[in-house]
């Protein structure tokens, strides 16, 4: 769960808003089987795997196959509504679907939570960089691992 206090059910309905909107606008299938992956990923402020979504959809919603949860993250990725987060093997809702982006999130070791960052300046970078290097990305997601602002002044509380 998200670390910071703040209202999650405002994430929450400012995503599901945003997505079946964007959808609409591309002519894209916003199921209700696609929405309810969504919603469940959109729970909470740290990824969450393919398997523990399926094990909540099957709670909640019945019957769920495996390919079906599957096919339903590779449209929400498509649609840039989810990021997977690779080394974990988990996916987190995105704040900002409408724009193109690789996604860069600062993963908390300690309370599980990712923050994504969306600096411009290191998109530019990378693309630069990595044009310069001959190189063809296939996936441009930046992980960064360490303690998120709220863990860090709880270890300074302990410390002091
Ligand atoms: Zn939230
Ligand atoms: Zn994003
Ligand atoms: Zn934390």
């Excluded at 002519?27 to 523990?52: C, D, K, N, Q």
């Amino acid at each position: 769960m998200a670390a910071t206090r703040h209202d999650h059910r405002r994430c929450v309905s400012n995503a599901l808003g945003a997505a079946a909107l964007l959808c609409r606008r591309r002519g894209a299938r916003l199921t209700s089987l696609r929405a309810g992956v969504l919603e469940i990923v959109w729970r909470g402020h740290a990824p969450i795997g393919a398997y523990a979504i399926l094990e909540r959809l099957r709670r909640e919603h019945g019957q769920a196959a495996p390919p079906t949860v599957y096919r339903a993250l590779d449209f929400l990725l498509a649609q840039g509504l989810i990021h997977r987060i690779e080394s974990m093997n988990a996916f987190i809702g995105c704040p900002r679907p409408a724009e193109a982006h690789g996604g860069q999130f600062l993963l908390c070791t300690l309370c599980g939570t990712a923050a994504e960052l969306a600096d411009k300046r290191v998109e530019a970078a990378l693309t630069t960089a990595t044009a310069r290097a001959g190189f063809r990305v296939e996936a441009r997601v930046v992980e960064l691992r360490g303690l998120c602002r709220v863990c860090t002044a709880a270890e300074a509380r302990h410390a002091g």
